[in-house]
């Protein structure tokens, strides 16, 4: 059986959130699985807490508060017109797997499916919600990487219906290791 | 005069955060203006209101938390090294803007400066913030653009002690067009 995702360290989770991608948020609401296009997501501890921000207006919202868990997924730039594609329909009405092709994994520790596709899956538990903001504050339970992802470019919505791609890789590993945790220093 | 910052719309201003790129965040503590890095950002509303994710460690959260307010600048790539730089020494001991040659700018709504040299500034003031998580929610109050900034690439840290830039830009303005608020719609 092909190996499609690797199990990835939780403290080193933060790395695949940091740089800013588009990602693509999974949940499962007791009965279907869902998908959402979400660009506002944040770091908030390199212990795997993570934010993202929706609301009401978003289908996937109530499954997030019932069953307080999700999957966040992170898309490569080849996969454009799926990212775009899913944030223009409803789950409400659509089911975006089919319409898009997406093949689901299961997770190890949420109901919410991983996407085989994506460069990286996160699966997350709810800590709270932050209704006056619309802020979901995440834990990371598990991580997973696809073992193609080397040399894939993020995307990385600019909200006015252009994206960008990642360019050059800029290493200052060396000069920032005094401040770095110690999960990403490599030995 | 040298026209060096253009106003921007403040209901576009999420475009300049949402592609995630790493930022300064600039205050004035009353005496002292400071700057920080800060990666761990998040739009949280078309109309200008944002997060950035610090805590009690950064030098710069008492002035924030005093005069709530501050500015979120966007370096271009090309200003690596002074990113680097001002994330790896603190405002306790040393004069930042003088140690990185950074120009300093009045800004119209608060007392924090702009930057010179930044693709962008966006001035804020602190509506809450969450303790528990280190979350600031901001509201912009005026937002500033380099006449340069056309073909500059923003900087996205990975968090590893490596960054991106930015590499193409893809537009799907069409196809998102009934997705997208009416600001940045173009005619």
Redesign the interface.
């Known amino acids: 059986m092909e190996i499609v995702m690797q199990p990835f360290p939780l403290d080193?989770a933060?790395?695949l959130l940091?740089?800013?991608?588009v990602t693509l948020v999974t949940t499962h609401d007791g009965e279907h699985d869902n998908v959402m296009t979400i660009?506002?997501?944040?770091?908030?501890d390199f212990d795997a807490?993570f934010?993202i921000?929706t609301g009401p207006w978003n289908y996937s919202w109530n499954a997030i508060r019932k069953t307080r868990e999700c999957v966040i997924a992170i898309p490569s730039?080849e996969m454009?017109?799926t990212v775009?594609g899913i944030?223009?329909c409803s789950g409400g009405d659509t089911d975006k797997f089919k319409k898009f092709g997406l093949v689901r994994r299961k997770a190890s520790k949420v109901d919410a499916p991983l996407l085989d596709e994506c460069l990286a899956n996160i699966e997350c538990r709810v800590v709270e919600i932050?209704e006056s903001?619309?802020?979901v504050?995440l834990e990371g339970m598990a991580a997973h990487v696809s073992p193609h992802r080397k040399g894939k470019?993020?995307?990385?919505?600019?909200?006015?219906?252009?994206?960008?791609?990642?360019?050059?890789?800029?290493?200052?590993?060396?000069?920032?290791?005094?401040?770095?945790p110690s999960s990403?220093i490599q030995p």
């Open positions: 080193q933060f790395t940091e740089p800013g991608p660009s506002w997501t944040m770091v908030l807490r934010a921000t730039s454009l017109d775009v944030g223009l932050i903001y619309g802020i504050i470019s993020l995307l990385h919505a600019v909200g006015d219906g252009t994206f960008t791609t990642d360019g050059t890789t800029l290493d200052r590993r060396m000069m920032m290791r005094p401040k770095l990403v």
